[in-house]
């Protein structure tokens, strides 16, 4: 079974600063990656994904994350964090021989400092 | 850009009532899914939905749950009788079919569904 752990359930950055958002994975195959962003009152947007190709994935509003198969991981990054970054973040998984229900992780709240 | 919809954005119901929500998925799409949210907790996944019939489902979607496309456009979550425990934010996603094992799912804005 899948499962997907997001180390820091609340990450506090200052306005400029790097953001960094863990996602490790448990998958018996490499499976598919997601980062999902939730601001206050909204829905999920797909920030980025990892299929294959490329293991270092850009997104959207300044965010890229690389997929490590050596260390299970698929960590979220952004140079230098804006206000407007502040939201929950989460890290997903799916099976790519299924390709349907997604696994979520428990989300990291980022809150961005001025 | 097409998108999901989903009706009502909120819903309260008095505990034991049946609720529906509503989605409208991409018009293209053929795979629909249900996800929930309970507050400050992480998405999990309810259900997916593929040629009329139930594909998958989590050990959440237990009896009270049941799905249905009864038109070409809409997709709906059932619950029959609402428990304390079904407040969460109740999610819809569609996606087309996985090419090479992978579809990305777009998903509905929510419905905040609130039992008292």
């Known amino acids: 079974a899948q499962s997907v752990t997001q180390l820091g359930s609340h990450v506090s950055v200052s306005e400029g600063a790097l953001v960094l958002l863990r996602c490790n994975y448990s998958s018996s195959v490499p499976p598919y990656l997601f980062w999902y962003v939730q601001y206050p009152n909204q829905g999920l947007q797909l920030l980025l994904k990892?299929?294959?190709?490329?293991?270092l994935v850009k997104g959207i509003n300044g965010f890229e994350a690389e997929f490590k198969k050596s260390e299970t991981s698929f960590h979220l990054t952004k140079p230098s964090a804006h206000m407007s970054d502040a939201a929950e973040y989460f890290c997903?998984?799916?099976?790519?021989?299924?390709?349907?229900?997604?696994?979520f992780g428990p989300g990291t709240r980022l809150s961005v400092l001025p | 850009e097409p998108e999901v919809t989903q009706t009502p954005s909120h819903q309260v119901t008095q505990m034991g009532q049946e609720v529906i929500l509503r989605c409208v998925p991409i018009s293209n799409h053929l795979y629909f899914y249900w996800y929930r949210q309970i507050l400050g907790q992480k998405v999990e996944f309810l259900v997916s939905f593929y040629n009329n019939e139930i594909s998958e489902k989590s050990e959440i979607f237990d009896d009270q749950f049941s799905v249905e496309r009864p038109d070409g456009s809409n997709f709906t979550l059932k619950i029959r009788s609402t428990k304390l425990e079904d407040s969460a934010m109740y999610f819809c996603?569609?996606?087309?079919?996985?090419?090479?094992?992978?579809?990305?799912?777009?998903f509905g804005p929510g419905t905040r569904l609130t039992v008292l």
């Open positions: 990892y299929t294959t190709g490329a293991t």
């Open positions: 997903a998984v799916s099976d790519p021989e299924s390709g349907q229900n997604f696994v």
């Open positions: 996603a569609s996606s087309e079919p996985p090419l090479a094992g992978y579809n990305e799912q777009f």
